[in-house]
């Protein structure tokens, strides 16, 4: 099928400037976070409280000293003692350090798949790692990064997470901590309430011997949002902070933060058992204090900036922001235009009103699998269609799928009402819509139309013909 030639569609500009800059001063940046606050006059916020700042009472449960020597060498300090960009995706656990020490990691996932392949999500530079909060974990042991919480070592610890409970479970979960009783350290935890309706983060500072920690600034995050954010953790002299999104939000001064902050302890990404759910992407430790305008420019990576749809998001919300920059709209439509000038086959006419921008079927988690659609439209849409998707299953693969009436059945079909609905889809503007189902994990060919149910007449389909969209299986 051709597409209609008066339409005139938007590009994008693949970001990978931006991701070379953001790798450059990932390489030399760092942060950290962690739970409960203990009241005191030393402790100052910097912004506004995102989240109510009463102290929690209870703190997370300590971890039993594990026996490690914190490694001695650092070499160049200006460059991270680890780097773990997230993008491994491979039939394997490793998860690449790309410093200069190359201390690969392991991920771990005790009843599921531990393959990384499995747990590749979209990040924010490029790919990220899920985590279920349940069992999949990394471990980084001390021996590798001991040395940045050395005392009198100055550094920073940075990386990106969206936390996917929705809403959080009551009590704390881990997201990323180095922090015994005994020994002191950082982290950043979660933690919800009983009835659901509170969702925030915590970056914590302990020093040694103290379960309670010395700086702790929690965050409220949105409910029912899952959203990247950037965390850090610094240490400059006696001087601890911590940074939300690129913005510093507290710091404390005290000879007692000088001390060794976990030196001894493996550095804990989602621990099992008491893990967070969620992604993380590019992780760095570094041994010294990055400038405040560093961890800024690091925050201002945008998630996704590579993906057409992430593209097509950032600019409708641009353009529903009455005090956004008319320089980052046009930059970001040139990014746009740019990235689907280069798609293959795209856009594609759905009908005379509608075409199809991009198509995206990946695995989400377990057998549940994600499409992601962009659409625009020519003309309004009077009513509010549903968008359908059918699969058809390869007569090879058809045993594996779960049996209707007492027989498999080669024709698969996902249907959905889109937020936001057809009828408020603004002409030239370009929709991106995502939709999650169950699926069995065979290679389907899929096809897709919008449906309207007409009361006097039933199903009304908007094309004669679904638009077939070739072969699709989970990456």
């Known amino acids: 099928m051709t597409t209609s030639s008066n339409w005139k569609p938007l590009g994008i500009v693949t970001c990978s400037a931006l991701a070379l800059c953001a790798g450059a001063l990932l390489s030399s940046c760092e942060k950290k976070s962690e739970e409960t606050p203990r009241p005191s006059a030393a402790v100052t916020p910097i912004a506004p409280a995102t989240a109510e700042p009463a102290a929690e009472k209870a703190a997370p449960v300590a971890e039993k000293p594990v026996a490690q020597e914190p490694a001695t060498a650092i070499g160049d300090p200006t460059l991270p003692i680890l780097h773990l960009a997230m993008d491994d995706k491979n039939a394997d656990t490793a998860v690449v350090d790309r410093s200069d ?15 990384t392949t499995a747990h590749s999500v979209p990040g924010v530079v490029e790919n990220a790692l899920s985590f279920d909060g349940v069992d999949d974990a990394i471990t980084i042991p001390a021996t590798d990064v001991g040395a940045a919480f050395a005392a009198g070592q100055d550094f ?6 969206r936390s996917e409970h929705l809403p959080f479970p009551d009590g704390y ?3 990323v901590s180095n922090f015994t009783g005994k ?7 979660q933690r919800g309430n009983s009835d659901g309706t509170d969702r925030r983060v915590y970056l914590n500072f302990y020093v040694p011997g103290n379960p309670a920690p010395i700086l702790s600034h929690p965050i409220r995050l949105a409910e029912n949002v899952v959203d990247w954010h950037h965390y850090a953790f610094q240490r400059e002299d006696a001087t601890l902070r911590v940074y939300f999104d690129g913005a510093l939000q507290a710091e404390y001064t005290d000879p007692t933060a000088n001390e060794a902050l976990g030196a001894g302890q493996a550095v804990k990404i989602s621990p099992a058992g008491r893990g967070s759910k969620g992604s993380m992407d590019e992780l760095n430790i570094l041994p010294s204090a990055l400038p405040a305008s560093a961890i800024g420019e690091l925050a201002q990576t945008t998630p996704g900036l590579d993906d057409l749809f992430s593209l097509a998001e950032k600019l409708g919300a641009l353009k529903a922001d009455a005090a956004s920059d008319s320089t980052e709209i046009a930059r970001v439509e040139a990014a746009l235009k740019a990235k689907m000038d280069a798609q293959e086959g795209y856009p594609m006419a759905l009908s005379d009103e509608v075409e199809l921008l ?21 003309a309004p849409l009077e009513k509010d269609f549903h968008i359908y998707v059918h699969g058809v299953v390869d007569k090879s693969h058809v045993s594996k799928i779960p ?3 007492g027989k498999p059945s080669q024709l698969q079909k996902w249907g959905f009402k889109p937020t936001p609905p057809t009828s408020s889809w603004t002409p030239g503007e370009i929709i991106v819509v995502r939709f999650q189902a169950q699926a069995a994990d065979v290679p389907y060919e899929m096809s897709i ?3 309207y149910n007409d009361p006097d007449s039933g199903w009304m389909e908007l094309s004669p013909d679904f638009l077939r969209l070739g072969w699709q299986a989970s990456l």
Not at 156 to 161: D, E, I, K, L, P
């Open 183 to 189: 020994d002191g350290g950082f982290g950043l935890y």
């Open 156 to 161: 920073t610890v940075s990386f990106w997470w």
């Open 358 to 378: 991009g198509f995206k079927y990946a695995l989400f988690g377990g057998n549940q699998y994600e499409w992601t659609m962009a659409f625009r439209t020519s």
């Open 101 to 115: 020490y190359a201390h690969h990691q392991v991920f771990l996932d005790e009843t599921g798949t531990a393959h």
């Open 173 to 175: 979960q881990t997201i």
């Open 449 to 451: 139309n919008l449906m």
């Open 403 to 405: 049996e209707r009436n």
